[in-house]
Structures are given as structure tokens and as C-alpha cells.
């Protein structure tokens, strides 16, 4: 009698041990030691059909995840396999919710996510009853994390339980999932504002002018902290500023007020983060992503760039034109560009109501022709993908546009050919004004290359970069020349199967700077669900480079995030963006004009600077070198009467050089461009 009350009573123990001491009273499961197959300690995987199983995968939404695929030795399996969470005690949780990340890809079943009061532990899942959660995962085929977010666990709070994610696939349709950051939290997030803010731009050492967003936060039972990684600050009251602002259960319930700025200290860089909430220690799903940069806006040109996906035209891009219409206004206006150079762009009444719309120093101009439209009276011409600028006239004035080697059509038919049968390069030759009216040129040149993963595909994309990078050229020698769009292709690499160098290489080749160099941003892209696809590019010449903030250039994936179902109701590719620095030497001494008939110079020339008819008065001319960035490399005085000089400049490198020269009969300055 006592070895079986003794075995009855180990038997019980083993039942507590199960569903008592292993219980967790909180989740917060990120999957960073999920390695291999190995899934974490407290997690049960079990394979109820098919020899496929739950295992790990290190592209996860941050870092490692859960991984499920029932597609293996190259053919669809027939499966059901479960992941399934440590039991969970929220019997203390006043309004416990649950949210989670979720990717999927190819045709197959849906993933189903479950609850159950009464699985035992290393058990088949099908002997436990189990309760499908109200939740919305990705669209099949999708390829794109999505956060499922909110779900409602407080009629499952009185008894422990678990939840579990469900895969099946069939012999005709395996689909993979990925499941990553797992959390579960007492309280909701609710009436968020905002979920995206640009705080601006200002001087490292200086702040800028505060935004703000309102929440309101449900059932607070414990701690509740608002952060944000410096430079970014935020405040209460809009007067003391700190990386992180703590509320109590007084709070709860009610709307609260978060200022956000920058406060950079580091000049010269782009800062995108995160504003979390943080309950119990638990980091909520809910997020506010935040843009803010360390440069002056005086001297600062913004310049992005965006394939908005057929945008106007209903059938075409399968979607709600007002909601995309709606969500690019809003991405735009949270990119805050002063040129926008866009691809796919259908219907001109829409272009026109979204530039109005970003205030009354925008304007916009759009290409008169398409593919297979050379005219704006053409058939195709009203349905057709356009290229398109918009531009801030407070800093950009355009002063022409035209398409690049349409002149040529139809006596070259090649060109009409290469550029996805007439989708030539659009042009727009624009004046600068920074600083209070100091003006350079740019030479803006949009494309939208043909698409495709064929050889002949690839071919044309080759054609077409020889023939516009021989035409800009010519037509801008010396120029500062920016070629941005939809290439449709690498950099670096090549897109096509089989091929192995762009078909921009060319371009390269001859005298452009790639910025947006896929080695420079590996396993990033710029097209929804892809990975080291950076087919949205930037290029400019030298001159031009030397302007670029060195790591500005960043792809504006935040859109996904704070867009619902961005890649269906908006667009497949993510804007970019890249910001370039104009820092004037000759803003001193309030002359904000070029004088350059103060004295001739040998341009360009090696480190021998040449000058001649220089116009000398009674006192000595003050000359002036200055690089690009506006650092006087060199400096000398000039004696009276000579016209003619020619100075060695010590160690200086090829490259963009201003030269000024001061006397009482005025002030000139000139560019020099030193060669080898």
C-alpha cells in the first residue's frame, strides 16, 4: 500500500510540475537562442504528420526566429506541425493582450494560431481542445512581416494555457511561415496619433523645434516607461527632455501628450529610431518611428526617390487609389524631401492633389510621354506609367525639362527599344538656391528602367545605360548630373540569371559615382519582401558626389511599418532618400552672387593654379582657396599690379576647389576643378 500511495503520489507531482512549476506568468520571446533546430527551452514543437519540422532561421524580423516549411527535396510534403508556448499564468493580468510577427511565402494553407486550457506537455495537440484566435496574418504570397497586434487573451486569463501556431501544407501546396517576437502584455495601446514623425534637421550642438503625438494607455498595473535611443529626446511638458518617460496607474486611462526632438552632437548624420513602450519590462507592439537629421537645412538639399506602383490607376495597381493616395501623401510629407522623383505615376490629377497638398512651394512637372505614348494626345498616354518631379521652389527653381534621346525617335529606334519602348530617361535641368540666393545647377535625370530577369531583359537595360550615359555627357560636360529611379537592377552584380556584371557598369565606367552600391547596404532593398534587392538606385558625377553626405542614403522601409498592408494597398517598392550639403564659401561679406570678372583662371589644371587679368587696385588682392565643404585649404596676398600669377598649392587633391580673390574692385569667385 505505501509504494503504490507513493507512486499515486509521484504521479501527481509530475502533473503539478507540469502545469504549475513550469507556468510563466509574462511572454517576450525574440527567438535569439533559437539556433539550428534547436527552439528555445520552454517552447514544444511536434510533428503530428510529415518528416518537416518547426526549426530556427537567422532572418528573422530582428534576428533569429521560428521557421516552418513544408517544401523540402525539391517537392511539396503533406504536414501538420506545431509550435507551441510555455503555459501561461495571466490570472493576475488585468487586460492581457498578445502580438507577434509573422512572414509568408509561396501558396499554401494559412497558419492558424490557437489556444488551449488543457494540453499536457509533449502530448499529440489533437487529444487538447483548442480555440482559434481572432487574428489577421499576412496575405498569402505576401513575402512581407506584418505585425499582428491586440489580440485579446483576457477570456483565457482564469486558467493557465497556451498558444499555439498551427502549420499544415498538402503535396499540391506548401507555403513557408516565419514567426518571431512574441509578446504578450497587460494593457493596450490605444488612439496612437502618430506613428511616424520627422523632427527635422538642425546643427549638431543645437535642438530642434519639438512634435508631438498623443496615446492612451489601458489598465496600467505596475510600470510603464516611453524611450527613445539619443539623440532623439522626449518630454512631458515640452520643457524637460530625456531619453525615456516613466507613468503610473494614474496615467492610465487617460490621453498623454510625448514631445519628441533631436538634439544631435555629431554633425552630418541621418538618425531613424524607434519610440517603444515599455509595460511590466514587456516591449509593446506598438511603436512610433522617428526621422531626424544633424545638418542645417540652409545648406541641404533632400532628395528621394520612389516607384509609387501604377499610382492612380485602379486596375492596374489592384488597389484603393484614395488609400494609396492618402498613404503616399503621408509618406511624403514624413520624408520631407525638397525634390521627389518619381516612377509609375498614372494619373496627373492625383499628382497635382498631392503636390497641393504638401503646401504651396511645391510644384510639379510630368513627363508628356510613356511607353508606347510619345505624346500627351497618344492612346496609351492617360493609362501609361509616367515619370514625374515634385520639388520645393523655395530651394529648386526648374528651368527645362525634356526627355533624354526622344529627339532621337524614331531615326534611332534602338533608344525607343531600350527604354521599355519609349520610356526615355526625363530630364530636368534645375537652378539650386541655398543660403540666401547662392545658386549651382543640377542635372536631375529620372529613369525607370526595363524590368524583367531575362537575358534580353538585361540587354536593354545595358542599351539603355550606354546611350544615356554617352548623351548626358555631351549634352552637360562639367555638369553636376544625377541619374535616380527604378533601374530595375544592381549596381553591382546583375539581376538577369546567369549574368554577373551590371548593366550599369557603363555608366560607372564613365565618369558617374554609384551612392547606392549594394556592397555599401548588404541584404537591403528596395523592393516589398526581397532581400539584397536594391534595385532603386543612385548615381551622380563626381562633382556632384562631393556634396553627398557620406551614409545618407538610406531605404525608407519604416513605410511597411507604419502603413497597413503597405505592399498591397500602397506600393511594391520603398522610397529613398539621400541628402546632399552645399556649404558656400562665398556667403561672406553679404555677397550671395558669383562675381567672375574679377580676374580668368586655366580650369581645369593640376595643382598649379594659373590666374590672369586679374583687376587690381591700389591695395593688395586677398586670395582665397576653398574645398568643397568651405575649408580654406590655402590662402595668400597678392601684390599690386599683378595681372598675371601662377601658385603651386601644396598638397592638394584632385577634385571641386572655389577661388576667391578680394580687392577694392570687388570680389570673384570661380570653381576649379584640379585633375592629375
Not at 489533437?126 to 498569402?140: E, I, M, Q, R, Y
Not at 550671395?592 to 598649379?608: A, C, D, H, I, W
Request: hydrophobic share 35%; aromatic share 12%.
Amino acid at each position: 500500500m505505501k509504494k503504490g500511495f507513493l507512486l499515486y503520489a509521484t504521479l501527481i507531482l509530475c502533473v503539478l510540475s507540469l502545469n504549475t512549476i513550469a507556468q510563466v506568468t509574462s511572454l517576450n520571446e525574440d527567438f535569439t537562442t533559437c539556433i539550428t533546430n534547436t527552439l528555445p527551452t520552454s517552447w514544444t514543437k511536434y510533428s503530428v504528420t510529415g518528416t518537416d519540422s518547426w526549426k530556427c532561421s537567422t532572418t528573422g524580423n530582428t534576428g533569429n526566429c521560428a521557421y516552418m516549411n513544408g517544401y523540402s527535396n525539391n517537392t511539396n510534403n503533406a504536414n501538420e506541425d506545431w509550435l507551441i508556448s510555455p503555459l501561461l499564468n495571466l490570472s493576475s493580468s488585468a487586460t492581457p493582450s498578445l502580438s507577434f510577427w509573422s512572414i509568408t511565402n509561396f501558396t499554401g494553407n494559412q497558419l492558424q494560431v490557437l489556444v488551449s486550457s488543457n494540453y499536457t506537455a509533449a502530448s499529440n495537440p489533437n487529444s487538447a481542445t483548442w480555440t482559434a484566435l481572432p487574428v489577421t496574418l499576412p496575405l498569402a504570397s505576401s513575402n512581407v512581416w506584418t505585425l499582428s497586434q491586440n489580440i485579446n487573451l483576457a477570456p483565457y486569463k482564469a486558467t493557465p494555457f497556451r498558444i499555439a501556431y498551427k502549420y499544415t501544407s498538402t503535396t499540391s501546396a506548401a507555403a513557408s511561415w516565419k514567426i518571431d517576437d512574441v509578446n504578450i502584455t497587460d494593457g493596450t495601446i490605444s488612439a496612437l496619433s502618430k506613428k511616424m514623425i520627422n523632427v527635422g534637421q538642425c546643427n549638431a550642438g543645437s535642438q530642434t523645434t519639438s512634435q508631438s503625438f498623443t496615446f492612451t494607455m489601458s489598465a496600467i498595473n505596475g510600470t510603464f516607461n516611453v524611450t527613445v535611443p539619443a539623440p532623439f529626446q522626449l518630454s512631458k511638458d515640452n520643457v524637460s527632455f530625456s531619453t525615456s518617460l516613466n507613468y503610473t496607474s494614474a496615467n492610465g486611462g487617460t490621453p498623454q501628450t510625448v514631445y519628441v526632438r533631436i538634439a544631435p552632437t555629431v554633425a552630418d548624420k541621418v538618425y531613424r529610431k524607434e519610440i517603444q513602450f515599455i509595460y511590466n519590462g514587456a516591449t509593446l507592439g506598438d511603436k512610433v518611428y522617428v526621422l531626424g537629421t544633424s545638418m542645417p537645412d540652409v545648406t541641404t538639399l533632400r532628395v528621394a526617390s520612389w516607384n509609387m506602383r501604377w499610382f492612380g490607376n485602379p486596375s492596374m495597381c489592384a488597389c484603393d487609389t484614395s488609400l494609396a493616395k492618402a498613404n503616399a501623401l503621408k509618406i511624403l510629407k514624413d520624408m520631407n524631401a525638397d525634390v521627389y522623383c518619381l516612377q509609375e505615376m498614372v494619373s496627373t490629377s492625383q499628382l497635382a492633389s498631392i503636390t497641393s497638398s504638401l503646401g504651396s512651394n511645391f510644384n510639379y512637372t510630368v513627363s508628356p510621354f510613356c511607353s508606347g505614348a510619345q505624346t500627351t494626345s497618344s492612346f496609351n498616354y492617360a493609362s501609361g506609367q509616367k515619370l514625374a518631379f515634385i520639388y520645393n521652389t523655395s530651394k529648386v527653381q526648374n528651368i527645362g525639362t525634356f526627355g533624354l534621346l526622344k529627339s532621337t525617335y524614331p531615326a534611332d529606334t534602338s533608344a525607343y527599344y531600350c527604354f521599355s519602348s519609349g520610356r526615355f530617361p526625363y530630364v530636368m535641368k534645375a537652378v539650386l538656391s541655398l543660403n540666401g540666393g547662392l545658386k549651382d545647377t543640377i542635372i536631375f535625370a529620372d529613369i525607370h528602367a526595363k524590368a524583367g530577369d531575362l537575358l534580353e531583359d538585361h540587354n536593354r537595360r545595358v542599351c539603355g545605360a550606354q546611350k544615356m550615359t554617352d548623351s548626358l555627357k555631351v549634352l552637360f560636360p562639367g555638369k553636376k548630373v544625377m541619374v535616380i529611379g527604378d533601374f530595375n537592377d544592381y549596381l553591382e552584380g546583375a539581376n538577369a540569371t546567369g549574368q554577373t556584371v551590371s548593366p550599369y557598369q557603363y555608366l560607372l565606367n564613365n565618369g558617374f559615382n554609384g551612392i547606392s552600391l549594394p556592397s555599401l547596404y548588404p541584404t537591403q532593398s528596395t523592393f516589398v519582401g526581397s532581400t539584397s534587392h536594391i534595385i532603386d538606385n543612385v548615381v551622380c558625377t563626381p562633382n556632384l558626389k562631393a556634396t553627398y553626405i557620406d551614409s545618407s542614403f538610406f531605404i525608407f522601409t519604416e513605410a511597411n511599418k507604419y502603413i497597413s498592408d503597405y505592399s498591397n494597398s500602397t506600393s511594391d517598392h520603398y522610397p529613398i532618400m539621400s541628402y546632399f550639403k552645399f556649404n558656400f564659401p562665398f556667403i561672406s561679406n553679404g555677397i550671395n552672387t558669383y562675381e567672375n570678372n574679377l580676374f580668368g583662371m586655366v580650369n581645369p589644371s593640376n595643382n598649379t593654379l594659373n590666374l590672369y587679368n586679374i583687376e587690381n587696385g591700389t591695395a593688395k588682392s586677398s586670395l582665397k582657396v576653398y574645398d568643397i565643404m568651405g575649408k580654406i585649404v590655402y590662402q595668400n596676398q597678392l601684390e599690386n599690379f599683378q595681372t598675371n600669377i601662377q601658385l603651386t598649392i601644396p598638397n592638394i587633391k584632385t577634385g571641386l576647389y572655389f577661388v576667391e580673390i578680394n580687392n577694392e574692385k570687388g570680389r570673384g569667385v570661380q570653381k576649379w576643378n584640379v585633375v592629375e
